[in-house]
Each structure stands twice: as C-alpha cells, then as structure tokens.
C-alpha cells in the first residue's frame, strides 16, 4: 500500500517545480491567448511522464480543450480538470508562486493548477506499472469558471464513455473532505413591460414595470425552501427611466441553486410561467438550469471506496456537500458514477488568500493513484 506514498515523495520536487511555473502562467478563462500558451507546458509534461495520445479541441471563442490520453480497451476513467482561472491578467506578477515550507500560494493554486498536476503525476505512477486495461482520460477544461459553455458537450461525450469520474477541483475544508454532492444552478432573466405615464400629469393612466418587478423580487425569493436546500437569489434589479416617469421596464435576474433534480424542474417551471400582478404588464422569461444539481447517491460507491483506501494509507477521509458547481455535475446528471473534490487540499479558492497545503500533495496523489488502480485494472 504504502509504496505509493514513497513513490508521490519521490515526485514531490518536480511536481512543486511544476506547479510554480504553472501558477506564474495566467489564464484567465476570458483570455483564449494566455490559456494556449499555457497548455503546451501541461501538454511538453504530459509527454515527458508519460507519453500518450493528446487530443486537441481548438476553440473560437475560449482556450483549446485538451484530452490526455492513456491505455486502451473498452471501459474508460474520466479525469476531470481545469486551466482555467477567476484572476486576471497580470495577477501572477502581483502575486507570483510562494512557498513557506507549509504552504503554497499564488492565483490558482489551489483552484485547480494543483489538483491538475496531482492528476497528471498519477497518471505517471499508473504507467510505470504495467499498461492499465481501461483507458485514462485527462480532460483539461479552459471555461470552467465560466459555466463551461464551449466544454459542457466535449465533458458529456467523454462521461458517457466512462465507468466512473474522479473530478479534481480542490477538496472542502482544510481536512480535505471530498465533495458528494453539489447544488445544480439556474440563471432567469425576466424582463418586466408596463406602461409609461407623466408621473404628475398623468398618473393613473400608467402601469408601473417596478411596482410590477417588487412583486415578483418578493415572489420569487419567497420560492426558498432551507428544507430542500433550494435557495432562489434575485441578485440583480433594474429598472425605470427617469423619478418623474411611471416606470415603462424593468429587469431582474434571479440565480436558483438546488439539490434535487425533481426541485430544478419544478422551480424551473414556477419561474417560467410566472403570471403579472399588475393589469397591463407583461413579463419575458428566458433562462434555465445551467448545471444540473449533482445528486450524492451517484457518488456512493466511489466514496466508500475512497474512504477505505484513505484509511489504509493512513488518512481519515470525510463528505460534505456544496452550494458551488463544477463539471462533476455534468457527469453525475449523466448518471456516471462522480467523486469531486480529490485535487488539493487547503482554502480560499477565488481569493486572494487561496492556498494549498503542502503536505497533503502525497496523500492525495496516492490517493488518486489507487482509485485509478482499483478502477482501471
Ligand atoms: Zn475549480
């Protein structure tokens, strides 16, 4: 059991050095540029430990997705990452990789640059032994942090093809508990017509679109129900022209995050034929679910098994479930088998105090090498 460990020591040096040059590389998701000249690097290690196919995707918009490829025969192992970060251009400079001994920072360290070479440095450990029976996929995602739009279709091909999926954004809490279950999101734009009028002239002959909109702000934040872990959030609100106008448009934008499926349909479906208060408005609803909520007995098994190798190697392993979304909610609608949460441990992903801890790269790694064993062979 405990060779693993040894051997993720052995390649904790180069890993680290890995990592700084990968976390002094911006790639912000909006950025096609920096994200491709980000990911010959991962690609040039990728060659070098390990020597596989590399698939390509070129993208208009975003960076070009890249699947690294190991091994062969009929099932598959779906390893999900991102290159992809929430900082922008020039934060790298600002804040350029540190390590203290303890821990390591810098933008994206922990989300996920770190949990993408763990990835890759399993692969490594796997090839080393003998050829595995199934094939090992790395997906590198480029839009991740911005709800996957250009990857959404390559990730659901890939899962389809998979036995199980091992999703390596980083872990939750600092003892590194895995994620089992992950809210499913919804984004609503509703534009709201009412009637203009002089406010001083001609007051009742106008309807207003933001008495109409208070309406519906108070509606829809009352659909939250704690109970179920659905939670409604018009996070934007907009409207009228002018103090003296009976106000013609409004605007609001509400985020609906939910646990269960059967609560994105039926929320979905509320906001989608919401009805006027007021006589004379009218309201346009467009929008839906962008992520489907990633539901925790599609991860049962892989827990379980995760958990048991953990305590052999002389870690405790626990679960927990998140409001955020990842790519693991994709695979686990897909009903694919999906454990979230393996990359790095440490806190603060999309801030500036984001750090990883440094001595839980070997177990992790470890961690990730066996559940590849156990699944692939
Ligand atoms: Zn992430």
């Not at 070009?64 to 999900?80: A, Y």
């Not at 925790?296 to 479930?321: H, K, M, N, P, W």
Request: proline share 3%; hydrophobic share 40%; with cysteine.
């Amino acid at each position: 059991m405990s060779n693993y460990l040894q051997w993720a020591e052995s390649q904790l040096n180069s890993l680290l050095s890995d990592l700084e040059q990968l976390v002094n590389m911006d790639t912000p998701s909006r950025n096609k540029v920096l994200i491709d000249q980000a990911m010959p690097f991962v690609i040039q290690r990728f060659n070098e430990l390990i020597g596989g196919e590399v698939e390509t995707f070129t993208q208009e918009q975003f960076g070009n997705q890249v699947k690294l490829h190991l091994g062969q025969g009929d099932g598959q192992i779906l390893i999900l990452t991102h290159l992809d970060t929430v900082w922008p251009e020039g934060e790298a400079a600002r804040r350029p990789f540190r390590n203290d001994g303890k821990r390591l920072y810098g933008p994206g360290v922990f989300d996920m640059k770190c949990g993408l070479l763990q990835g890759l440095y399993a692969m490594h450990a796997i090839i080393s032994q003998e050829k595995p029976k199934k094939n090992i996929v790395l997906f590198i995602n480029t839009d991740e942090e911005i709800a996957s739009t250009s990857s959404r279709r390559l990730i659901e091909e890939e899962a389809a093809k998979s036995d199980a999926v091992f999703v390596l954004e980083p872990s939750l809490g600092q003892d590194g508990m895995l994620k089992t279950a992950r809210k499913g999101v919804g984004r609503f734009f509703i534009d709201i017509e009412g009637v203009s009028a002089h406010s001083g002239i001609d007051h009742s002959s106008g309807v207003s679109a933001i008495e109409e909109m208070a309406h519906q702000i108070l509606y829809l934040q009352g659909l939250t129900d704690y109970s179920v872990g659905s939670t409604l959030n018009v996070g934007m609100a907009s409207g009228g022209t002018a103090m003296n106008v009976v106000s013609a448009n409004a605007r609001i934008e509400v985020e609906l995050r939910v646990e269960r499926m059967d609560e994105a349909e039926r929320l979905s479906q509320l906001i989608r034929n919401l009805a006027p208060k007021l006589d004379g408005t009218k309201l346009h609803v467009k929008g839906g679910m962008v992520r489907p909520p990633m539901e925790q007995t599609v991860s049962r098994g892989l827990f379980r098994d995760a958990q048991r190798i953990a305590g052999e190697l002389g870690f405790t392993l626990q679960e927990s479930s998140t409001g955020g979304a990842s790519d693991g909610n994709f695979t686990a609608a897909l009903q694919v088998p999906t454990l979230d949460g393996l990359g790095a441990v440490g806190a603060g992903a999309h801030a500036v105090d984001e750090f990883v801890e440094l001595d839980s790269i070997v177990p992790r790694t470890a961690l990730l090498v066996h559940l590849l064993k156990q699944y692939s062979y």
